[in-house]
């Protein structure tokens, strides 16, 4: 399926479903896309999270109803999945600047939310510079995190700094076990607990052999052609810029490849991560569209 359709049907399928307890994970199966995925490119290319764009809808939704006033604050509370009025009214404030009664005295505060239309223009995806490689299984080695979907954005930079703070503490026993398998040359993202709305994240390097240390985990990343993206520049914002390019530029433009596993890969050379000239990479698992 053409991914910016796979992203529409995905918008329909929210919106059909609205009034129940939708999940990302329900919206990337009906369209047939890793949750991980799903989740990664719905944020690039819309902006909001798939929790987000269903909490907006839903306020907005709600805001209408608070207008006509033909039911309770707390029923209309319960309709859109808020357990208490006191939290609806929280949210509803969060989103439309004012309380449920303040808006019915003054109506053009409501923020307006209408379903989004994705119309994107791809021109210029093929230009990007990349590369494919096929790889055998690789065997790595790292530090294992479960990372919920919605809130990856904020969870992914704390576990980094946790890993620099080991790696610059001389004390820590984990440094050597850093330097032997270059841990953190790699970062992988594994959509494997699709059903628990996470994903198993990475901060990980090619296993040299040896014991495993408590407290790291030994894992397999399956054989596969990948499509390999350098990228050069400080990072984040650098890694950022490119990621966004390959899922609104080079995925939807792309007439032969599709994306193959729920896996994903960044790589990142050895150096200053601020420096103009720094390494790094993304690397996509493909195959050749049915």
């Given at each position: ?130 590369f494919a490689k096929d790889k055998d299984v690789m065997k790595m080695i790292g530090k294992k995190y479960e990372v919920v ?142």
């Open positions: 399926m053409n991914w910016m359709d796979a992203l529409t049907k995905g918008l329909n399928y929210i919106e059909k479903h609205l009034m129940e307890n939708v999940t990302v994970n329900e919206v990337a199966c009906s369209v047939g896309i890793s949750p991980m995925y799903f989740q990664q490119s719905f944020k690039i290319v819309t902006g909001y999270t798939v929790g987000e764009y269903i909490r907006n809808r839903k306020l907005y939704l709600a805001a209408l109803d608070v207008l006509q006033a033909k039911e309770k604050m707390i029923d209309i509370a319960y309709t859109y999945g808020y357990e208490t009025p006191e939290s609806f009214s929280k949210a509803f404030t969060r989103m439309h600047g004012v309380s449920p009664t303040k808006l019915q005295q003054h109506p053009s505060k409501i923020t307006i939310f209408q379903p989004l239309r994705l119309v994107i223009d791809v021109k210029g995806g093929q230009d990007m510079q990349n979907y919605e809130t990856a954005y904020q969870e992914i930079p704390k576990y980094w700094e946790i890993y620099r703070k080991e790696c610059m503490n001389p004390n820590s026993k984990e440094v050597a076990v850093y330097k032997k398998h270059h841990i953190g040359e790699f970062a992988v993202s594994f959509d494997q607990r699709q059903e628990s709305g996470s994903f198993d994240y990475y901060i990980a390097g090619m296993y040299e052999g040896g014991e495993v240390p408590e407290g790291f985990t030994l894992f397999e990343v399956p054989a596969s052609t990948w499509m390999i993206f350098p990228v050069v520049g400080p990072m984040p914002h650098a890694l950022q810029t490119t990621n966004t390019r390959i899922f609104k530029e080079w995925i939807p433009n792309h007439p032969e490849y599709e994306i193959s596993l729920p896996i994903s890969i960044e790589w990142y050379k050895n150096g200053q991560i601020e420096d103009y000239d720094f390494e790094s990479a993304i690397w996509i698992p493909i195959k050749d569209k049915a």
